[in-house]
């Protein structure tokens, strides 16, 4: 054989190999029902044979290789076959297409959406605004300059090198990616690596407008931010320095909405926010039901903060007192039920407000000796003291297996790597204030979860809502929390413990060095679970199989590669199968598919809705920081549906609950079947960013 070199589809060349021309002929050939492996060297020789004729002293491309097999094919008169290489050619050339239209090289042979999403979010841009690196390389300039951080603290070159590779193989590999701005500023003039942040807001002028600034700038490094108004005295209150009264929290938080909306993320993403109100604040009804006219706040998320005190006047059905925080004076007492009836009426009809626990999140606050928490980021994964930030990164759960077997050695081995790139971050982070500087280097938290825990159960073949999944649940995050938490130690050893240790909950357990206040977090990944290729945290799959807009006049049928894998495997795989599941998304009344698989196939809807919390209650036992997750329901659920996930949630010591009612919001990411505004859509259609959760927002991770 004289061919050396293939020229691919996007300009590389690339060792010739003909082992790949045998394997795609073999696949051809036994999609075609046809399994003889003398004909696959047969037909390898003959289309190496002509390469030779009429490629010497040449290079040939991929689409001449690929003419010259479907030729070959169609000689020896194998039309099926040739039907079924001709489909392949086909389907890669168009993602080609679509790769070689956005202008991004991929050298990691990643999906088409989420080479899209690295064009639009991460790559790097010249001036002009064409794309200058490529997914591996976005992944080197992360690896490297996080590791530089180890020059600090006295390692020598080669062990910088060591932390840079061990980086860079994690990421690349799709095995661990940390939150976006880490992905998208690392190198750049922002510099902000942080995704979450928690601002105050106090009861004057000046701390909200100097917090209004703040987020501005934050948002637009690409920061997501929380906040808790609830110190903000109550509308028509008094207002000594002026004789005039006070305008209420929900005014003010129209203000930081309209700011989001003008900000915009530079363009790369829309601002996120989370608004949380005391249940005992005397402004709380007009809060919990602002999402009833429409267009207020649409940039943020909503949540009561309710203490067990609340929770407890609802089950008795006693009245509440409503306490203005201006003087601490009681101003009103209402029903603790009522109340509580309206939080669920209005989630169930608009998707807010959800519910934040706060006295559970201050049991379990780790630096609780400097201060309560008054709020969360905008998912609610990350509880955080005033002008606080957390880091947190992903482990993808699909590359922790052999075979269909969990590999928990590999898991272990990765968890350390995982936590020490984090910690790095902390210091290789550009902060946007000295405040937030100084109590992130303070208290060090981080928060590492996992992503594609619905495919880690699928290839286990445990359906999602079983007592099996609770089970492995329960394994899982036990083993995480366990070694994270071993990380931290040794890394508390080697570069010191975090600055406010002393009189931690970790020093009152026994501890004697802990690197961060925080380790472990179940965060909704949102678009890094798409370049990942997996299912978003621990939700379901909100698919099997649907249609992806991709941009603008462009959608592409996706299927979930485990369920292509087992149909085929199964011999019940066809496009017509693929696309009429499309029309729901579930597998779950369709006959030609085998009970055994529609168990395991579950969808988001499929699943009712106290398996969702029972899942979030498994992970946040053994969570230091908080568990994002969605509880998704079906449109035609109850109230009553609604107030029973409130009620478990708070009962199983889970830090937050969100639910979100198919169709309750007017915008959706995710849609199934036509909606009233859309006319004779029959397929499950998901935006570009869309991996799974909440259908009414694009999270912002």
Known sequence: MTITKIRKRDGRLEVFSSQKIANSISKALKDAKIRDGKVVKKLTEEVLKTLDEKFFGKI????DVEKIIEGTFVKNKLSKAAKVYIAYRTKKGERGKFKTFFGVVDDLKLGINAIKILERRYLKKNEKGNVIETPSQMFRRVASLIAEVEKSYGKNENEVRKSEEDFFKLMSGLEFLPNTPTLMNVGTKLGNLSACYVLPIDDSIESIFETLKITAIIHKEGGGTGFSFSKLRPKGDVVKTTGGSASGPISFMEVFDKMTDVVKQGGRRRGANIGILRVDHPDILDFISIKAQPGKLENFNLSVAVTDEFMKA??????Y???NPRNRQVVKK??????FDLIVMNAWRYGDPGLIFIDEINRKNPTRQIGEIEATNPCGEVPLHPWEACNLGSINLVKMFKGNKFDWNKLKKIIPICIRFLDNVIDANRYSTRQIEEIVKSNRRIGLGVMGFAEALIKQ?????????????ERLMKFIEKESHNASQNLGKEKGSFPNFKGSLWQKKGYKFMRNATVTTIAPTGTISIIAGCSSGIEPLFAVSFVRNVMEGARLLEVNPIFEEVSKKGKFFSTDLLTKIANTGSVRDLEEIPESVKNVFVTALDIDPEWHVRIQAVFQKYTDNAVSKTINMKREVSPEEVRKVYTLAWRTKCKGITV??????PEQVLTIGPLEKEIGEKHVIADTEYSGGCAGFICPH
């Open 461 to 473: 073949k445990i359906p999602y809502n079983s007592e099996k999944a609770l089970q492995f649940a």
């Open 321 to 323: 007192s409503l306490i």
């Open 60 to 63: 040939p491309s991929s689409e």
């Open 660 to 665: 979100y009612r198919y169709g309750s919001k």
């Open 314 to 319: 609802v089950e008795k059905n006693k009245d």
């Open 334 to 339: 209402l029903k603790a039920k009522e109340v």
